[in-house]
T-cell receptor, first 114, second 113 residues
């Protein structure tokens, strides 16, 4: 099976802009979670989607949002970008809701905000 | 509250040496899962193992082994006969209930040829 894919792999944006990141889970996986990784804060959970519904949300401002489509693909949006949003954004998929299954991660999208 | 501590920020070993990566966790939940992930320079997190709180059996997979001790809230990871390809950042993580993963800060392992 193909692994989790994320597009784009690299992105450079300017403060104040918005950005959309995309994640395609492993075929058959219905849950998608997003994580932010920064040198200062480490790996932090953003949100989880299962069957097109947000099931869980981390402690991030409302500028961070996401959605999941009927084919389980997910997008994450960050509006009004700040310098501190520069990070590696990782997507993970699992067969079912995260509480019961392993998560498999994609290669990430590295976002740089200037 | 959940917390994962990986006190070792960086470790360097010479190839073929054994190395143990420490992980200490905190949770008040009685049901939880512990994980180890490897992050090579490419950035992708690679799943290594999952352990649930009711299974304290140690596990060995090739050169990798894991020691889970509830009494000390530790879930340590040992690589035997390390190889250069083992160089990566290793993360220990905890999941409780319906929550997602809480990650430790990671241990950067460098294996010197």
């Amino acid at each position: 099976k193909a692994g989790v894919t994320q597009t784009p792999r690299y992105l450079i944006k300017t403060r104040g802009q918005q950005v959309t990141l995309s994640c395609s889970p492993i075929s058959g996986h219905r849950s998608v979670s997003w994580y932010q990784q920064t040198p200062g804060q480490g790996l932090q959970f953003l949100f989880e989607y299962f069957s097109e519904t947000q099931r869980n949300k981390g402690n991030f401002p409302g500028r961070f949002s996401g959605r999941q489509f009927s084919n389980s693909r997910s997008e994450m949006n960050v509006s009004t970008l700040e310098l501190g949003d520069s990070a590696l954004y990782l997507c993970a998929s699992s067969e079912g809701q995260v509480s019961s299954y392993e998560q498999y991660f994609g290669p990430g999208t590295r976002l740089t905000v200037t | 509250a959940q917390k994962v501590t990986q006190a070792q920020t960086e470790i360097s070993v010479v190839e073929k040496e054994d190395v143990t990566l420490d992980c200490v966790y905190e949770t008040r939940d009685t049901t939880y899962y512990l994980f180890w992930y490897k992050q090579p320079p490419s950035g992708e997190l690679v799943f290594l193992i999952r352990r649930n709180s009711f299974d304290e059996q140690n596990e060995i997979s090739g050169r990798y082994s894991w020691n889970f001790q509830k009494s000390t809230s530790s879930f340590n990871f040992t690589i035997t006969a390390s190889q250069v390809v083992d160089s990566a950042v290793y993360f220990c993580a905890l999941r409780t209930g319906a929550n997602n993963l809480f990650f430790g800060t990671g241990t950067r392992l460098t294996v010197i040829p």
